[in-house]
């Protein structure tokens, strides 16, 4: 099979992307697998395949880590503000051609036009970000305690970065890895999820062409994950594993990488509490609630997952909620009048309505929605369920769709307890007018992210991560993120 992807510009239209065979990206060239097999991609709104990408193997995996360690030194040795510029200029490629990209997105993950246009800008941000931060590394100085030396703290590239991206996030999952692998000094290569693979390869050609050097940036596709990523863990020329996915795979991938004593990032799943108190200003926790739940159809780690509603402002909430999830447009994704697409399989969509129909069976009432949608695509129809009880299954379940399950509250310290009863703590929501009980609250959460009297908080300027069983490490912020793809050496000197 002879694969050789043309480059997209700003005024390609999709067939750019579904008619030509996308190849593995490895050392700047672009292959197929080394027994020929691919995977198909399926668009979620029709069911239909559009698209086949290459399935690797473990000597592809191989290969790419080959590339990988072959790049590692020239581009270690890469002065920072050449990175820098090279970064910036890969920000400035995909917002030139966001809408390309979105509608890329639309079409291999389903979710709807908007929201893929809020991913690609969120996404192109980890560039600019971190082409700030590629010249801003530093290092330490100073004298030990006992006066007889100095200390010299020197940070370093930690090597060869295995990434491992979900399908939900196909561009900002993939750049919040790259972009400050890159910025410090580390070649990488990417494992994105097979259901949604055609993001990473048309990046993998914007990065190119920006002037990332063959081989700093490797692009794989396997329908064998385990095996093919074990493989690269087990290269002791591969020094860090960030992934991102659900907590059961993590606890696998940090097992396999504990053989080899890597280095590991984990973003994992969440159980977000969104807890509006009887204070809160109605409408604002209306609008917080839409973004929080349904961003991305409900298909994010940070989607609010336990709605808790104090007492007083509960039932006006309710039916504010129902109002405004009923009058969602749903559709496909890359139709411009859709508010809430398809998720992305059937066995999504299957998981969902199990969760529902358990939270019904244990008395829970249906608002609207509430059954799996007829026809083709997957598709879920936004949902809102009240008198949620706590033993239902969706209390201690990510759901990852469209679903509302709105629990009521009488007091404070009920809440903080309700929203804590979860393995996971990756974020969480609070509404309140009375700030010195949201900062009160805040600090009792066990949350790696509080957003306060907002239904969004990423941000590449902010450290993204969870506490308990929602990972470890951060991504972002100031030094966080860098900090994850680099080592410090320490020097003692005799002056």
Not at 351 to 361: E, F, M, Y
Request: charged fraction near 20%; aromatic fraction near 6%; proline fraction near 5%.
């Amino acid at each position: 099979m002879n694969i050789s992807p043309d480059s997209f510009d700003q005024d390609s239209d999709m067939s750019d992307y579904t008619t030509f065979s996308h190849g593995l990206y490895i050392g700047g060239k672009w292959r197929s697998s080394s027994d020929g097999r691919v995977i198909e991609v399926v668009d979620p709104s029709t069911e239909a395949v559009i698209a086949a990408v290459p399935d690797a193997t473990l000597a592809d995996a191989g290969a790419a880590v080959d590339a990988a360690a072959a790049a590692a030194s020239g581009w270690r040795e890469t002065p920072p503000r050449r990175r820098s510029e090279i970064l910036r200029r890969c920000f400035e490629l995909m917002t030139e051609r966001a809408e390309t990209l979105a509608a890329l997105i639309a079409l291999e993950n389903g979710k709807a036009l908007r929201d893929a246009r809020g991913e690609v800008a969120y996404a192109a941000e980890f560039f600019r970000w971190n082409a700030e931060e590629a010249v801003r590394i530093s290092g330490e100085f100073g004298l030990s305690p006992s006066g007889t030396n100095r200390i010299v703290v020197d940070y370093q590239p930690i090597g060869i970065c295995v990434l491992i991206t979900p399908w939900n996030f196909p561009a900002a999952m993939a750049t919040r890895k790259i972009a400050p692998a890159l910025a410090a000094g580390c070649t990488v290569i990417l494992k994105p999820a097979s259901e949604t693979p055609l993001t990473a390869y048309a990046l993998a050609a914007l990065y190119e062409e920006a002037g990332v050097p063959p081989g700093v940036v490797n692009v794989i596709t396997t329908s064998n994950p385990g095996p093919v990523t074990s493989a690269m863990l087990a290269d002791p020329r591969a020094r860090k594993l960030s992934f991102t996915g659900s907590t059961g795979v993590g606890r696998v991938l940090l097992a396999e990488a504990a053989k080899h004593v890597i280095s590991c990032s984990m973003e994992l799943g969440g159980n977000a509490p969104f807890i509006v108190f009887d204070d809160a200003d109605l409408e604002a926790a209306l609008d917080g609630a839409m973004i929080a739940k349904m961003r991305n159809a409900g298909e994010a780690c940070t989607a609010a997952n336990r709605l808790y509603v104090q007492a007083g402002i509960h039932d006006a909430f309710a039916e504010g909620l129902r109002e405004r999830m009923a009058a969602l447009n749903v559709g496909p994704g890359t139709e411009s009048d859709t508010e809430c697409g398809p998720m992305i399989t059937r066995k999504a969509v299957d998981k969902i309505d199990r969760l529902v129909q358990d939270a019904i069976a244990r008395g829970a009432k249906v608002l609207c929605g509430g059954a799996i949608s007829e026809g083709r695509g997957y598709f879920y129809p936004p949902t809102v369920l009240c008198d949620v009880p706590a033993d239902a299954l969706m209390a201690h379940e990510e759901i990852f769709g469209p679903v509302a399950p709105i629990s009521r509250f009488e007091g404070e310290a009920e809440v903080i307890a309700k929203a804590n009863d979860t393995e996971y703590g990756l974020a969480a929501y609070i509404y309140t007018r009375d700030l010195a009980k949201g900062m009160r609250v805040a600090s009792k959460i066990e949350s790696g992210m509080i957003a306060l009297n907002r239904g969004l908080m990423s941000d590449p300027a902010a450290p993204f991560g969870g506490v308990k069983q929602s990972g470890l490490g951060r991504e972002g912020g100031q030094k966080h993120g860098i900090a994850e793809f680099m080592e410090a050496k320490y020097i003692a000197v005799t002056m």
